[in-house]
């Protein structure tokens, strides 16, 4: 896919994986519909991301709502008329481990983890199918393959995203729409810090590393998907 004049949603674009996500598709000329609960940061990101010569809109949202996912898609399609690409990169995290998640926590989880993701590509999907055309990129983790117990209702929302991923692709592929998800191994990033990891950080991966997998996907031939990909660290193998 050739990015220059795209539009991309991304979620979760405040900080971190999300936010390199979305610069490097500015870089390519896509512009963007940036999302997040952190209207700061985002304002920060616009700049940073027009500096390319793209459009960038701003959402303050939480997403954990449905009346605010189909928001979302209305001020993509008014700014720009269509939606080429999303990436599903939102998530949070908790320790909790088995005796330790509360009903609270769980909701918490598993509406920004799992249902955000699904019903945003379920309004995402309905307009991509318009244009028989489009890209769907899930943001999971290696959790996903391998659940930690200390925090399991996060391992189980990854998890989850296997068979949410499977449902869309197959659904998607009837409209000339692509899915693929993206399993990050250990990453540099603010949420994996605030866990308080007990290991050496010097060889996690960067953000800049997760984006230029989801940028590899989006360069794909047409006449080809790669449903999955797993960047592990070559410090870590966990997480």
Known sequence: MN??????IVTGASRGIGKEIALALAKEGCNLVVCSRNSEQLIKLKAEAEAFGIQCEVVSTDLRHLDNIKKVIEIAVEKFSKIDILINNAGTIIKDGIFGVTE?????????NL????FLSQCTLKEMRKNKEGYIINISSTVAF???????????????????SEALYQEAKK????VSTVYP???DTEMLRSQDMPCDSTQWMLPEDIAECVLFLLKTSRRMVVKNIVPWSTGYDQI
Do not use: C, H
Request: hydrophobic letters at 40%; zero cysteines.
């Open 185 to 187: 191994g250990v990453t």
């Open 104 to 112: 609270e926590d769980w909701d918490l989880i598993m509406d920004i």
């Open 3 to 8: 990015l220059t004049n795209r539009v991309a």
């Open 175 to 178: 409209y000339n729409v692509k």
């Open 146 to 164: 391998g659940a930690k117990p200390e925090v399991t209702s996060y391992s189980i929302s990854k998890g989850a995203i296997i068979g949410l």
């Open 115 to 118: 249902k955000a993701q699904f």
